[in-house]
């Protein structure tokens, strides 16, 4: 038998899947179980949105379009970019990919070499180490804890920084931890950035939903950290669309061409349909913005309150995102229930086995000490869990 590859080979399975399937096996064995593990909206796409895919059906013609996406769209992708961020690109700085995992790849694809050193904040999404080291690259992590609002400090960011830094991975707002950094913060990223001449893959992709404080784009900082910027958006979360699978970049021209062409042998164009879809999303009615928002923010509200009023756990309120990180440092050690909880697997396990609520273990971001809980779920779902934790927690 020949061997796989090496590299592949040590890419890890998600963690955080362990703990959903397992969920969602119990309640496809008919058991009650509410889950605050949804990585997505719980809001259906926009019908506007839907038609404007279904016209684009019936009328047939669905070929190939340029492999980094629609004129088109790119011009609608530039206007937002114009409007929203105060950024300026033209179409030929932007590439559509299949959602804005795609285009974290293309990014790292592109400007990564064997040795490069990636920093990736900690807790990070689960995807971002993985991602680097699929480009050949070493993720090097940097803190962001939750004394510091779960941002990176200005100088464990200058400490990590050496000369095979590549890049840096900035997520505002974050999923975990639903922190969005703020215009001085950023001001004090690009320098660091500038300065030591490391790129900074920006992901936005939940820029649309933000409680506190408003969305600022690293980029739109001034034209030097904008040539070191990869802006990474898509529609995926902001207009409830994760399964269209649209994403895209803004960046200089040179990483552009590096990514288009990286794409056009890896995909070729996203999913052509989507891509119409995606101008409806960008150009049509922005209701879905506000309404999603006003939800999420009565569900936040809610469940920080509700996890700072139980023993034993506690949140710092996110400012924007759908997720909650709840610090259960104070019970790890203790037996609950008759059961030792030794980390965040355990708590999670127990949390399943004895309340039937499914919560991501902190250790899938490489945080111990926390589990997450997203509010992309009902409100009664919310308040049903999160009594059912408190239960669990008194047993
Ligand atoms: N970036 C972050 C921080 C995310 O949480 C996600 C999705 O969970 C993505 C990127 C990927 O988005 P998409 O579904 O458009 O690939």
Known sequence: ??????????????????????????????????????????????????????????????????ASGLLELKESICEKLKKDNGLSYEPESIVVSCGAKHSLSNALQAIC??????????????????????????????????????????????????ENTKALILNSPSNPTGAVYTNDELEEIAKIAVENNIYVISDEIYEKLIYEGKHISIASLGERIKELTIVVNGVSKCYAMTGWRIGYTAANREITRVMENIQSHATSNPNTIAQYASIEALNGDQSIL????????????????????????????????????????????????????????DFANYLLDSAKVAVVPGIGFGSEGYVRLSYATSLDNIMEGLERIEKAMDA
């Open 113 to 162: 070499n064997p040795g490069d050193e990636v920093i990736v904040p900690l807790p990070y999404w689960v995807s971002y180490p993985e991602l680097v080291k699929m480009a050949d690259a070493n993720p090097v992590f940097v803190e962001a804890c939750e004394e510091n609002g779960f941002k990176y400090s200005v100088d464990d960011l200058k400490a990590a920084i050496n």
């Open 290 to 345: 506000k309404d999603m928002k006003k939800a999420f923010d009565e569900r936040r509200n809610f469940m920080a309150d509700r996890i700072n009023s139980i023993d034993g756990v506690s949140c710092t309120k996110p400012a924007g995102a759908f997720y909650v990180m709840m610090n259960i440092k104070e019970i790890l050690g203790r037996e609950i229930g008759g059961v030792k909880i030794e980390n965040s697997m």
């Open 1 to 66: 038998k020949k061997n796989l590859s090496t590299k592949n080979m040590s890419i890890a399975p998600s963690v955080t899947l362990a703990i959903t399937a397992k969920a969602k096996k119990m309640k496809g064995d008919g058991e009650d179980v509410i889950s605050f593990g949804a990585g997505e909206p719980d809001f259906k796409t926009p019908e506007n949105i839907r038609r404007a895919a279904i016209k684009v059906i019936e009328e047939g013609s669905i070929g190939y379009t340029a």
